[in-house]
């Protein structure tokens, strides 16, 4: 809803002020400039200033409920010059019932046209500055709309991805269930089990998009346990995790699928043991999460829709304008690094 100027307790006083300046100098020019009496210079003053204000204020209330789109500089001059005449002639015949006086008479009809004059500038003025106001205000009202409609889109986006994620973790998990009950089938029923745990805390934090490191490790745990059910021996995990880091904050379920890509490109084509890194620390006010796994150069991968870390990717492009937040690297000694990192210093009513 628009905003109209005089309803604003700054621009009622600012409009007093003028007000009340505007019949001073009115009064005071008739009185030593013209060389009428009091009486006549405040009465003058009053009804010319008093008739100017409540055009003003008319002005000021149908502009604020109509502004025509065709032609709008005719429809305001032609206003504009509607209530100059009125003000003009409606002062005069006020003023020459009140004083009734020859000599001031004359000099009313005489300066008619002058009075119009003034009167039509300082209405037009009076125009300018509300269609102004509200135009600033129509502008920032549509930003407002358009940026609320952009948080709702990037909100919607967002909730599609992580829920997206859930069930291609869960296909992920599928398989491994079924893999175990051919190779390992005593141990399918703890694995099912610690699954059903997994998704059951999924839908307890569904509605957090911003969760603890705390929360997320152990949600990490979780999924590890999982996993260490499948490979047993052969996957070892590592975590790191500093102390300052614990309350920090970062979007729920975001590590969860860089670690299942490390196992899946670590373990998923090697009989061989290997161990998996979590490092969790903060530098500069920026949570970074880094994940590190042993990969064969010569083994072609398992695999896949690569839809995990392209997800994450966005998601942090929608929450901070940055396509710099996740990078992948590998070095010489077959080590593959992800490195995740969270600014720290958002908005909390935008971020956290």
């Known amino acids: 809803m628009t905003t109209k100027p005089l309803s604003l307790p700054r621009i009622q006083k600012m409009a007093t002020g003028i007000f009340i300046a505007c019949v001073a100098v009115h009064a005071a020019l008739f009185y030593y400039v013209l060389d009428y009496n009091l009486l006549i210079s405040g009465l003058d003053s009053l009804v010319t200033n008093i008739l100017l204000a409540l055009s003003c204020i008319i002005f000021s209330t149908l502009l604020g409920y109509y502004q025509p789109k ?13 209530l100059a005449l009125f003000i003009t002639f409606s002062s005069k015949f006020i003023l020459g019932l009140a004083v009734p006086d020859a000599n001031y008479e004359t000099f009313l009809q005489s300066k ?6 003034i009167n039509f500038v300082f209405l037009a003025w009076c125009a300018l500055a509300n269609i102004l106001w509200y135009r ?9 709309r358009l940026f609320t409609a952009q948080n709702l889109a990037k909100e919607a986006e967002l909730n599609k991805l992580r829920h997206q ?43 957090d998009i911003w969760v603890s490191v705390a929360e997320e490790m152990e949600y990490i745990q ?35 699928p860089i670690v299942e890509n490390a196992i899946k490109f670590g373990l998923y084509n090697t009989s061989a043991a290997i161990t998996i890194t979590i490092e969790v620390k903060v530098e500069h006010n920026v949570l970074q999460i880094t994940v590190k796994n042993p990969f064969d150069p010569e083994m072609k991968a398992t695999g896949g829709t690569g839809f995990g870390l392209t997800a994450i990717r966005r998601r942090l492009y929608l929450l901070f304008a ?19 990192k969270i600014p720290q210093h958002n908005d909390k009513n935008t971020t956290h």
């Open 70 to 82: 065709n032609e709008p500089v005719i429809f305001v001059f032609v206003l504009t010059f509607i």
């Open 112 to 117: 008619l046209p002058f009075r119009l004059v």
């Open 136 to 144: 600033l205000e129509e502008q920032s009202e549509m930003q407002e």
């Open 165 to 207: 994620l859930q069930p291609h973790f869960l296909f992920n998990s599928l398989n491994s269930v079924y893999a175990l009950t051919i190779v390992k089938p005593k141990e399918a029923g703890p694995m099912i089990t610690k699954l059903a745990s997994f998704l059951r805390g999924t839908l307890k934090r569904d509605d």
């Open 222 to 256: 979780l999924y590890l346990d999982i996993e260490k059910v499948r490979f047993s021996h052969r996957l070892s995990i590592d975590i790191q995790v500093e102390e300052d880091t614990m309350e920090l904050k970062l979007p729920g379920t975001l590590l969860q």
């Open 322 to 340: 940055d396509h710099n937040l996740l990078k992948t690297s590998a070095t010489d000694t077959n080590l593959f690094i992800t490195q995740l």
